[in-house]
């Protein structure tokens, strides 16, 4: 596994012109592995969009390395760097404790009557979307640390809602939708290590696609 970063090109309104919505940055994405494309077998890639110091990057995580020129496509011309991401899985264990971003979309399914597949429906407050994360935690093979809770904490969880908003999403057929995302920062502690493994090379959530269910972690120091 490979995780990729780009800065994007946001000063170069004519080269950016195109990321309108999320559908143009899957495209630029998937793009940027022309290997794939030439040989019909196209992988699952996990990506987010960061801003670190009023900086804006495109993350990318993938089994293969992407085509440096093909990243940059949108990007400042030599930022894009790939590194090993399975030295930094081999490192993690059961019991560490962890700083991690997440982005997300918090969404539950709700049936139809008729139908087989729900309607799905995205929880919209800030104390739901917390509930999201905690409720997906172990089964995702984590736990979100807890302290006790002072002024800047809620509900004694080290964590929080660092960011929302509601990107476009261009669908086919000229439809056009709102997707609700959401970036959480806090601590972790690894519970179960292949479950939690899997939640970062596999990802959190749903619209995986669009930028959702990109989980990093750094150990805590």
């Known amino acids: 596994m490979y995780l990729s970063r780009v800065e994007i090109d946001t000063q170069n309104r004519q080269k950016i012109k195109e990321l309108t919505h999320l559908g143009a940055y899957h495209n630029w994405v998937e793009q940027s592995f022309p290997d794939e494309i030439t ?28 085509d440096a020129g093909q990243l940059e496509k949108y990007g400042v011309s030599g930022t894009a760097t790939t590194k090993s991401y399975d030295q930094l899985l ?21 049936p139809r009557p008729g139908q087989k597949r729900g309607q799905v429906y995205p929880y919209v407050t800030i104390a739901q979307q917390r509930q999201w994360l905690n409720k997906k935690a172990q089964k995702a093979g984590f736990k979100l640390v807890w302290q006790q809770p002072s002024i800047d904490e809620m509900d004694g969880f080290v964590f929080d809602v660092v960011s929302r908003d509601y990107p476009t999403l261009h669908r086919k057929a000229g439809r056009s939708v709102r997707l609700s995302r959401v970036v959480f920062e806090g601590l972790l502690q690894v519970q179960d290590l292949t479950a939690f493994k899997a939640t970062l090379v596999e990802g959190l959530g749903r619209e995986k696609a669009f930028g959702m269910g990109l989980m990093t972690v750094i150990p805590k120091v």
Request: glycine fraction near 4%.
């Open 39 to 66: 040989q019909g077998d196209r992988k699952r890639h996990l990506w987010r969009l960061d801003q670190l110091a009023s900086k804006n990057y495109l993350l990318v995580l993938s089994e293969n390395k992407p």
């Open 90 to 110: 081999d490192t993690i264990k059961t019991g560490d404790t962890m700083r991690f971003r997440l982005t997300a979309n918090p969404s539950y399914a709700a």
